[in-house]
């Protein structure tokens, strides 16, 4: 099988393609044939030894696609040679052939496409969890979206609205705005040239949001909780920016406010039947015309670098998919 691996720490265009040979599934584990994998910008930090994340060289980037069970190992029973899957490999996705653990897995129905469903899994799996499980996001709530445009902002515009939400976008660009606009932001703000915290107090008659998104950090951290309302809920998702902002703790007490850390690829290891009926809602939701989301690319297997060089200089609007 042909795999794309990364050999030594570098760039994309370090990358090499090479074949190696198939692999067999072991006890609870699937062995898959890879129809689509998706990728993410934390691929592009992962190959150059900047993320939590180690894999043992060589090791191809991509941590979720779309495929068909080939074989299973002893002990599987939740899917059968045959079925379609989604899975969340945290690398490994680039290559033709990918062993993943059942509980990794996800069945998906045959109305989605492999390259939607491929990208299902990180971007919308983090956001769902978070507006759902963490900050119990009700109908008629106003949602703030930082960094409105990226694959989890875009998502959060998307399911925030889906739920009912009112869904205040945020980003550095009017381009970037009208973007997340086609997925149902019904108000934007363009932190590169307003003010924040009085644009969102100004949208909601002073009151502040309800919860906002925030997968981005840096300077707009403090502003953006500043904004929100009374018990208000601050979901810290990331930080795309590059730096981890010092929160001022007095704020959360005199708004009475909750800050919540948004930890998805921990949760569906701790809480495994959620996240499978997270992905399982998302899956459906995209069946039924409900969810849509947007690719904004699709490569091929040997073009994996180029995928990747065009989520590193944050090019991509939405999901950069690569097909074997």
């Known amino acids: ?25 072991g006890p609870g584990e699937v062995l898959i044939d890879v129809k689509a994998a998706a990728l993410n910008f934390f691929d592009t930090l992962i190959i150059e030894d900047r993320y939590q994340v180690r894999p043992e060289m060589p090791f191809s980037p991509g941590a979720e696609l779309a495929g068909i069970v080939l074989s299973v190992g002893d002990g599987v029973t939740r899917v059968k040679a045959g079925d379609r899957i989604v899975a969340y490999t945290r690398f490994g996705a680039c290559r033709e052939r990918v062993v993943a653990s059942e ?15 491929a990208g299902i899994m990180v971007t919308y799996g983090t956001t769902l969890h978070a507006l759902r499980g963490r900050a119990n996001l009700q109908p008629g709530e106003t949602v703030a979206v930082l960094g409105a445009s990226g ?9 925030a609205t889906l739920m009912g939400a009112r869904v205040i976008a945020c980003a550095s660009s009017r381009e970037k705005l009208e973007f997340a606009q086609r997925f149902g932001a019904a108000e934007t703000v363009n932190y590169a040239e307003e003010d924040l915290k009085a644009r969102l107090k100004a949208l909601t008659g002073g009151c502040g949001v309800d919860v906002v998104y925030d997968p981005v950090g840096g300077d707009h951290a403090e502003q953006a909780l500043r904004a929100t309302a009374w018990r208000g809920r601050y979901l810290v998702v990331g930080f795309a920016a590059g730096t981890i902002p010092k929160i001022p703790l007095n704020l959360v007490l005199l708004k009475g406010c909750d ?7 921990e949760a569906i290891v701790r809480e495994p039947e959620e996240h499978w009926a997270d992905v399982t809602q998302l899956l459906a939701w995209v069946e039924e015309g409900k969810l849509k989301p947007h690719i904004h690319a699709v ?5 994996t670098p180029q995928a990747l060089a065009e989520l590193a200089q944050r090019r991509a609007r939405g999901k950069v998919i690569v097909e074997p």
């Open 299 to 303: 490569y091929p297997l040997a073009q």
């Open 1 to 25: 099988m042909k795999a794309v691996l990364c050999k030594a720490y570098g760039p994309p265009d370090t990358l090499v393609v090479e074949n190696l040979p198939d692999p067999e599934p």
């Open 103 to 117: 509980d990794d897995i996800v069945p998906m129905p045959q109305g989605v496409s492999f390259q939607v469903a």
């Open 259 to 265: 800050i919540l850390g948004v930890f998805w690829g």
């Open 151 to 159: 694959g989890v902002g875009q998502a959060a515009v998307e399911i």
